[in-house]
């Protein structure tokens, strides 16, 4: 039996699972319509839906179990659904017009970011003759440790509605470390609904101090002189891939730096359900490096125990 003050909410999905299914009658597809509807957690739907529920919503559950993404209009699924107003069959027909398979659901992969990480493990593996903070001017390769907080946010300046935007700040050594690095991502849908690319978006100004426990109205006034943001030349092809989605600037990504040196831009972030492998450079004309964060190898992010991916249902636009 699971209390209702037993704080099940902070559990993540797989834990949850375990614990309620194992109550007699209750299965795993029970279970992830608890996960959403109740715990807002992002889109988690299972291939192994039960066939019986085919009769409720017919040809949408059908066109999900083959893969198939049907919803366009991702707006009602999430506004209303999500909040558990209309009756079951009707909740389950949205449900199905807004969820597919997680293989091939770019929108529950950018939110699923939701939460906390951390480099730790990845740092405490490496060679000692690597940890260490970047030097300018020294190309010795190097690698410190990061902690990574991201929220959802309201972001109408920067992201156009139906788009995902989250906020992230990056703390060096820990989670009480100073902040490293500040900036909201928007992950852009293109005219047929699905998640096409995503922009980086660096504060001019330090992030406002409500950024996570205000998220929705932390960022609501913000314009794009607020921020310094990739053109569209560099903006990130976004691609799901079997276990969440990959995201790299294009190769022929040119900038002119804010210090006049021309370079050539190189990311690619990498997010696989488990962990968020990141990396990003500057390339100079002659070949030299300007920067690249890190220099040794990419980020390995992988959740902290304590993070809680659940998306604020209301910041769906």
């Given amino acids: 039996m699971v209390s209702e003050h037993g704080g099940i909410e902070h559990l993540d999905d797989k834990e949850i699972i375990t614990r309620l299914s194992s109550v007699r009658g209750v299965g795993d597809w029970t279970v992830e319509i608890y996960l959403m509807f109740t715990l807002g957690r992002p889109n988690y739907w299972s291939v192994d839906a039960p066939r019986g529920t085919q009769g409720l919503v017919g040809g949408p559950i059908a066109a999900m179990r083959r893969g198939v993404a049907i919803a366009r209009s991702t707006t009602l699924c999430r506004r209303y659904a999500a909040m558990m107003r209309y009756p079951l069959p009707l909740t389950l027909a949205l449900l199905g017009a807004c969820a597919t398979p997680t293989a091939q659901n770019p929108t529950r992969g950018p939110l699923a970011l939701v939460g906390t990480w951390d480099t730790a493990r990845q740092y405490e593996a490496a060679a000692p003759a690597i940890k260490r903070p970047a030097t300018a001017g020294d190309s010795t390769p190097w690698l410190d440790r990061q902690h990574a907080r991201f929220v959802q946010i309201s972001a109408p300046g920067l992201a156009k509605d139906g788009d995902i935007a989250l906020f992230f700040a990056w703390r060096t050594g820990g989670p009480t470390g100073p902040i490293s690095r500040e900036r909201i991502w928007v992950f852009e849908r293109d005219a047929s609904g699905e998640i096409a690319r995503m922009n ?96 040794a190898e990419p980020y390995r992010f992988e959740r902290t125990p304590q993070s809680v991916a659940a998306p604020d249902s209301r910041l769906y636009r």
Wanted: glycine share 6%; aromatic share 10%.
């Fill in 200 to 295: 980086f978006h660096t504060l001019k100004a330090p992030a406002p101090s409500v950024a996570f426990t205000d998220p929705r109205k932390a960022f609501a006034a913000l314009t794009r002189d607020d921020v310094i943001s990739y053109p569209d030349l560099c903006k990130l092809p976004f691609e799901a891939t079997a276990s969440g989605w990959r995201a790299a600037i294009p190769v022929d990504c040119a900038i002119t730096a804010r210090s006049g040196r021309r370079m050539t831009l190189s990311a690619q972030i990498i997010f696989d359900g488990e962990s968020l492998s990141y990396e990003e450079a500057g390339i100079l004309d002659s070949g030299a490096f300007a920067f690249k964060v890190p220099s």
